[in-house]
């Protein structure tokens, strides 16, 4: 086994709970927005349950062999050269994951704090911070995930409490204007973004200490990252009107610029954009540690740290060639990514489980 | 050893690359733009900056060198303007700070909209200043006019128009965001406070302005300047103006007056307002009920009246309440019959209550808006009287009388 630590089950559910608000933070608003209008909040309703019940499927996929990772019940499920060739494929998944992770975060700061730095200084900062915590372990991560909650919620409180005094709740109505087709429309990339993508959590399933509660963990950092994206939606919506929020390509930053207490407490922006710096970083830490077990376990090599370097390069290369630039990236993100996720996140463990389940059928009746 | 040395060279390598230093720019290399004209000369854009200079407003020794100093390039652009400034401002014009930004009113006529983009677009641009139009003159202009009490006049044009939209009610701060919201709405035309100068603007530009009890020259917000999309078609006189904010829900106290039953003015200190603008769909037709509920104390009494009476407070309150309905009305009106455009967000209210009814109603919206028909309801009350009860005028007269 390449990893040897353990986490308990309050730090999994505090991983789980960070990984949902992760980079959905910053970009949901706008491509959720963009569709539902002002009735996003609605479509995060909508995409909150779906995405209950996606966890829900992961955890009974996790339940099928409790002991192995997610890449090793691959192999166990569809079969030795099969398992081995769509694990590998599913690997691609969390890379570009964490490509796309760098990306936006060096497209953030590149655009809204600081124009005139080299995108590429910013990811190659950002990565090797990555690349260290990933070395330290599951059980660094875990533990960083605890100490930056409390940072995370207050963060997040602040910002909703001092924009209270902003909020119009006329900019809510009218409810369901075009009728509930664009809201689901919205709800796609919201239960994509956050909800789907949690699948790869199913890779840490044999390092958590009561395998019992898993499931429960699992739900319940969910639900609450769930509603700290909801009630961000809405905030957009209530401060900045569907349509700014629409036009806007990072809102959550426009909406903390909005922070203005008695004409002495504003500009504090930057501050607040430390949460989505702190949950963007761990959800990518979290991906790549997860590209990085995988691939060590599929390779079958004794530890996963001496891959950690060369892919950090992988992803830098990777990074500018996604996409040529911003436009396209908005684009790639609004119109495919919530597919290529439901593809990986959705469809491949939904057909394990029908594999899983037709081949015990089938022993079952040989056996008898 | 070797782990030591290693160790070092990381820390020396994180301490180059963390420290942010990549687009540093120091206090001392920028200029700090508090103001922004926007006139229009041919097909290019005259910009014009009020920077602050930094000896004179920090500390209370000034030299008596001007508290702000003006840059101003011709370009195709905004950002081509303000780089261009470089080639006479010793420092880079930073606009973060910026207070107010002035359009001409010959621009506004042609259309604000592409000269407000860089704005919403530059990450350096925050959405806390205010946009009015310059009244009958340049931008450029305005913000030539040096001015007392507050010392960059930037500064002081912001002051006091939200002071002015707080206590008195006809002007309206727009920020850009709301403008820009107004502008892509199709169901709300935007308006913006106008600028003017008044005296003389000769003056007003020297020193002398301010050096004097009275200043020759000052600046003065007066009237709303009505749009239809982003082009100005005509103003709203400032009793108008203040309709506009009651319909609107942006009063938040001002004064008004109303004729006593027997002659003279009875004055109220407005201190708060309330109003709520419905619309629905009745026989097929759209229809606006407005509801002002307003609460205000007696402040000034220049008549007689016994107002140690309730009834007299009844009366005075149904008397406040008909002048407001008739305000109200009369601006409804006149916007109706000379601008046809619905800068009161009826349409939103509309969209808000009826969406499907909406979609229908839309297309042709301005037309539809001259003829609505709207129903202001005002509920006056009126709960102090301030210090005294009946008022002293009530036993001069008296005596007057006797002798």
Partial sequence: ?368 | MKRMGLLLCICILLAISVTGCWSRRELNDLAIAVGLGIDKVGDKYNISVQVVEPSEVAGNKSSGVAPVTMYQATANSLLEALRKMTTISPRKIYIAHLRIVVISEALAREGIGNALDFMSRDPEARNDFYVVVAKDAKAIDTLKILTNLEKVPAVRLFSSLDTSEKQWAPTMAVKLDKLISDLVSEGRQPVLTGLRVIGDPKIGETKKNVESILSPADLQYSGLAVFKSDKLIGWLSDEEGKAYNYINNNVSSTAGSVNCPKGGKVTFRIIRSDSKVKGSMRNERPQIDIEVKTEAHLAEVQCTLDLTKPETITTLQKLAEQKLIDMIDTTIARVQQDYKVDIFGFGEAIRRSNPKAWKTLKNNWDHTFTNISVNVKAQYKIQQLGKVSDSFLEKMKEQNGVR
């Fill in chain 1, 1 to 368: 086994m390449p990893e040897n630590g353990k986490i308990s089950i309050r730090q999994f559910t505090i991983l789980v709970m960070i990984v949902t608000i992760g980079d959905s933070i910053l970009i949901l608003p706008n491509v959720s927005t963009s569709f539902a209008k002002q009735d996003t909040w609605i479509s995060g309703i909508i995409a909150l349950l779906v995405g209950l019940i996606a966890v829900y499927i992961f955890s009974v996929l996790g339940n099928l062999y409790p002991k192995l990772t997610f890449i090793l019940s691959i192999q166990k499920i569809l079969g030795k050269w099969f398992g081995t060739l769509m694990a590998a494929l599913f690997l691609i998944f969390p890379l570009i994951t964490v490509v796309e992770y760098t990306r936006e975060l060096g497209d953030f700061i590149t655009t809204e704090m600081m124009a005139e730095t080299p995108i590429l200084a910013i990811q190659i900062l950002f990565i090797c911070i990555v690349i260290f915590a990933v070395r330290l372990g599951l059980e660094v991560i875990a533990r960083t995930g605890e100490i930056f909650l409390p940072c995370i919620i207050l963060l997040f409180l602040l910002m909703v409490v001092f924009l209270i005094p902003q909020a119009e709740f006329e900019k809510l109505l009218p409810i369901l204007e075009n009728g509930i087709k664009p809201v689901i429309h919205g709800s796609f990339s919201f239960i994509a973004f956050p909800f789907l993508e949690l699948v790869v959590f199913l890779m840490i399933i044999p390092y958590i200490n009561q395998p019992k509660l898993i499931r429960k963990g699992f739900l319940q950092g969910a639900l609450l990252g769930g509603i700290v994206l909801i009630i961000l939606v809405a905030m957009c919506v209530l401060v900045l009107g569907a349509d700014e929020t629409a036009r806007t390509i990072y809102p959550s930053y426009s909406l903390a610029r909005r922070i203005n207490i008695g004409q002495f407490l504003e500009r504090v922006e930057a501050m607040v954009a430390l949460l989505w710096m702190l949950t963007i970083f761990m959800k990518c830490t979290f991906y790549y540690y997860v590209f990085n077990l995988g691939l060590a376990q599929l390779l079958k090599l004794k530890g996963y740290r001496m891959l950690t370097l060369p892919a950090g390069l992988l992803v830098i290369v990777l990074s500018p060639i996604i996409s040529p630039n911003i436009t396209y990236y908005n684009k790639l993100l609004a119109e495919y990514w919530p597919y290529f996720v439901a593809t990986c996140c959705l469809l491949f463990p939904l057909l394990l489980l029908g594999v899983y389940f037709i081949k015990n059928r089938f022993k079952r009746s040989t056996e008898t």
